[in-house]
């Protein structure tokens, strides 16, 4: 990989492809709270293993685990970008990442012009008390200066979003996102918050969800989605069935 920024908390790494469509892979707070997070889903945003392989490919790491509320976030981000399309012609760009990843994502996107999100576990917000009773990050949200940025979790204005989430744990999170035109839910009852890009791995299920959500191709999203065991929000909570009191 290429580092393209370096400037603390923020690196964004590089890893080259042809064509036009860019993906930027934003990491989860990690496994050692001592280091910065590592790159993720550096095979899906490469295209391994599909006709886009090698698609180009950014990888954003925030040692300070802001879920996007570092100021120099944005910066980050115009800048790889800026140098980035120096180089070569990007006309698409599509954002990735799983919980504070899948949360920084949505964030990008009110940043740069973002055309697909693609957000597995997000955080709908993680202002203090937002969602009653959660306490799995509190960690590191009770470090983040106040007020927040983005204390809850930005839906596109522009393009389209998916979010995935683990119906275990994470309903609390994923039936308070509004509804919105732009926005697609798929829960997956059966998976925990842990489990969800594991499972989809597994299944070898990301690269097609990435691929057909470039292709605008829902049906097909939901058929891959589908298999691995996910259903959309609007089946499951449907607006005349709303989730019980709690949820």
Known sequence: MERLWDSAPFTVDYLPGAGHDLVIAFASIGHDPARPPAPEFIATATGRGTPAHPRPALFVSDASRSWGNDPGFGPALVGALTALRARQDIRRIATLGLSMGGYCA???????????????????????????????????????????????????????????????????????????????????????????????????????????????????????????????????YPPDNPPERGT
């Open 106 to 236: 949505l964030v990008a996107a009110r940043l740069i012009p973002v055309d697909l999100v693609l957000a597995f576990g997000p955080q709908v917000a993680i202002g203090r008390d937002a969602v009653p009773g959660e306490t799995r990050w509190t960690e590191w949200t009770a470090q983040l200066l106040q007020p927040l940025r983005w204390p809850h979790a930005p839906l596109p204005e522009t393009g389209q979003a998916w979010l995935f989430h683990g119906g275990l744990d994470d309903l609390p999170h994923a039936l308070r996102f509004p509804t919105d035109p732009r926005t697609e839910q798929v829960i997956f009852p059966k998976l925990r918050h842990s489990d969800l890009v594991a499972h989809l791995k597994t299944r070898g299920a990301l690269s097609g969800l990435l691929a057909a959500a470039l292709d605008g191709d829902r049906r097909r999203v939901l058929r891959i989605a589908a298999s691995a065991g996910g259903q959309r929000r609007a089946r499951l």
